[in-house]
C-alpha cells in the first residue's frame, strides 16, 4: 500500500539543527514531486519546499530560504528536509505530500495528492 511517514521531529534551541525524513513504501519516490508544508497553531498551512521527481528543480517559502533545504535518496527511497538556524516561528507540524510527475514542483496545496500524518518541531529555549 502507497504510505508516507514523517519524522525526525522534536525540540530544538533557537539557531539549532533538525534533519526531518519522509519514508515512502508502496511506491518507487523517483518517480514523483515532494512537497514538504507545516502548519502552526492557528494557521493556515503554508508550503516550506519542493524538489520535483528528476531532483533538477527546488523551490523554498521566502522564509526559509538559505536555511532550508531538500533532498532525496532514491536508495533509501526517503526524502528529506534539512533546517539549520531555526527560528522559534518555524514551530510547527511539517507533513510532507506526494504528486506524480509534476514539473516544476510547486509550493501550493491543491497540486498534492498524498499526505503523510506529520511530524512536530519546536523551536525553544
Known amino acids: 500500500q502507497l504510505q508516507l511517514v514523517e519524522s525526525g521531529g522534536g525540540l530544538v534551541q533557537p539557531g539549532g539543527s533538525l534533519r526531518l525524513s519522509c519514508a515512502a513504501s508502496?511506491?518507487?519516490?523517483?518517480?514523483?514531486?515532494i512537497g514538504w508544508f507545516r502548519q502552526a497553531p492557528g494557521k493556515g498551512r503554508e508550503g516550506v519546499s519542493c524538489?520535483?521527481?528528476?531532483?533538477?528543480?527546488?523551490n523554498y517559502a521566502d522564509s526559509v530560504q538559505g536555511r532550508f533545504t531538500i533532498s532525496k535518496d532514491n536508495a533509501k527511497n526517503t526524502a528529506y528536509l534539512q533546517m539549520h538556524n531555526l527560528k522559534p516561528e518555524d514551530t510547527a507540524v511539517y507533513y510532507c505530500?506526494?504528486?506524480?510527475?509534476?514539473?516544476?514542483?510547486?509550493?501550493?496545496?491543491?497540486?498534492?495528492?498524498?499526505w503523510g500524518q506529520g511530524t512536530q518541531v519546536t523551536v525553544s529555549s
Open positions: 505530500a506526494i504528486v506524480y510527475g509534476f514539473k516544476p514542483c510547486t509550493l501550493e496545496r491543491y497540486t498534492y495528492d498524498y
Open positions: 524538489i520535483n521527481n528528476n531532483g533538477d528543480n527546488a
Open positions: 508502496g511506491f518507487t519516490l523517483a518517480y514523483w514531486s
